[in-house]
């Protein structure tokens, strides 16, 4: 069984102190693809040599909404010029979060517009990430989609199910996270359900958000396969399944080829 973390944040403190036992502790789950993701500029050299000191894992490059105000708009050249290179498979994250606003939000709607275009131009899928801004969220993909089409999925989602079918309507993809687990993400649940298995991926957003039965707790890529085991339940599949399900989707989004003969264990 090959389990894909596609949201992590290696270089953070919980996880960049003992990376070979997280890699480690990851593969004995199964979770065998790991995507570690950038939150800013400033970071990208220490999130690309984890990338290219694993076989396993591969990165991303962007800026997220909360980074936006102090790293400053990336602009598309820069974007592209930095993604340029085989262990970058997706741009973010990016996005909007109107929940804490740690940015102007015309800056994040900037940074978000410039991920997109440099999506466009480079064929890497954005990663997107949405709190407490669906309505400028849905506007902002419908009016650049129209301009050219491009690739993305909504990260650790726990939005609507008014937002989901937008982003599905436009071809997008759906990561779920632990947050699934919750006592209290009943209502989460009941939308998941409803929506389409060959367009969702699983996460954990480590090392934050740790799954039932590890809240508390530092959270992991091994970890998810939690969410694998919910999503199981949730879809009446056996986990199995849904890793087979949700690591073909990853590799379809991010065109990345299934470690068929591949030599981790």
Same mark, same amino acid.
Request: glycine share 4%; with cysteine.
């Given at each position: 069984?090959?389990?894909?973390?596609?949201?992590?944040?290696?270089?953070? *403190?919980?996880?960049?102190?003992?990376?070979?036992?997280?890699?480690?502790?990851?593969?004995?789950?199964?979770?065998?693809?790991? !995507?570690?993701?950038?939150?800013?500029?400033?970071?990208?050299?220490?999130?690309?040599?984890?990338? +290219?000191?694993?076989?396993?894992?591969?990165?991303?490059?962007?800026?997220?909404?909360?980074?936006?105000? *102090?790293?400053?708009?990336? !602009?598309?050249?820069?974007?592209?010029?930095?993604?340029?290179?085989?262990?970058?498979?997706?741009?973010?994250?990016?996005?909007?979060?109107?929940?804490?606003?740690?940015?102007?939000?015309?800056?994040? !709607?900037?940074?978000?517009?410039?991920?997109?275009?440099?999506?466009?131009?480079?064929?890497?899928?954005?990663?997107?990430?949405?709190?407490?801004?669906?309505?400028?969220?849905?506007?902002?993909?419908?009016?650049?989609? *129209?301009?050219?089409?491009?690739?993305?999925?909504?990260?650790?989602?726990?939005?609507?199910? *008014?937002?989901?079918?937008?982003?599905?309507?436009?071809?997008?993809?759906?990561?779920?996270?632990?947050?699934?687990?919750?006592?209290?993400?009943?209502?989460?649940?009941?939308?998941?359900?409803?929506?389409?298995?060959?367009?969702?991926?699983?996460?954990?957003?480590?090392?934050?958000?740790?799954?039932?039965?590890?809240?508390? =707790?530092?959270?992991?890529?091994?970890?998810? =396969?939690?969410?694998?085991?919910?999503?199981?339940?949730?879809?009446?599949?056996?986990? =199995? +399944?849904?890793?087979?399900?949700?690591?073909?989707?990853?590799?379809?989004?991010?065109?990345?080829?299934?470690?068929?003969?591949?030599?981790?264990?």
């Amino acid at each position: 069984m090959i389990i894909v973390d596609s949201h992590c944040h290696l270089n953070m *403190k919980g996880l960049n102190e003992c990376l070979d036992d997280v890699i480690a502790r990851a593969v004995a789950s199964d979770v065998k693809i790991l !995507q570690t993701i950038c939150t800013k500029l400033s970071e990208f050299p220490s999130v690309l040599a984890i990338a +290219e000191k694993y076989e396993n894992v591969y990165c991303s490059l962007g800026v997220h909404p909360h980074e936006v105000e *102090k790293d400053g708009v990336p !602009q598309v050249e820069r974007l592209l010029d930095l993604a340029s290179t085989p262990k970058v498979i997706g741009l973010g994250e990016t996005g909007l979060d109107y929940f804490y606003n740690h940015s102007d939000k015309k800056l994040q !709607q900037e940074s978000l517009l410039n991920h997109i275009a440099a999506s466009r131009e480079s064929g890497l899928p954005i990663i997107i990430h949405n709190r407490d801004s669906d309505d400028d969220m849905v506007n902002i993909l419908q009016s650049e989609m *129209k301009k050219g089409e491009f690739k993305g999925l909504i990260h650790c989602f726990t939005a609507t199910e *008014k937002l989901a079918k937008a982003v599905l309507e436009l071809g997008m993809y759906i990561s779920i996270s632990g947050i699934i687990t919750f006592k209290k993400s009943e209502a989460l649940r009941d939308v998941v359900k409803t929506l389409p298995l060959d367009r969702l991926l699983v996460e954990t957003d480590s090392p934050y958000l740790a799954p039932e039965p590890m809240r508390g =707790k530092t959270n992991e890529p091994a970890y998810t =396969k939690y969410v694998v085991d919910c999503l199981a339940h949730l879809f009446s599949r056996t986990s =199995k +399944e849904i890793a087979e399900i949700t690591t073909a989707n990853f590799c379809a989004l991010f065109r990345v080829e299934m470690p068929i003969n591949s030599t981790i264990q």
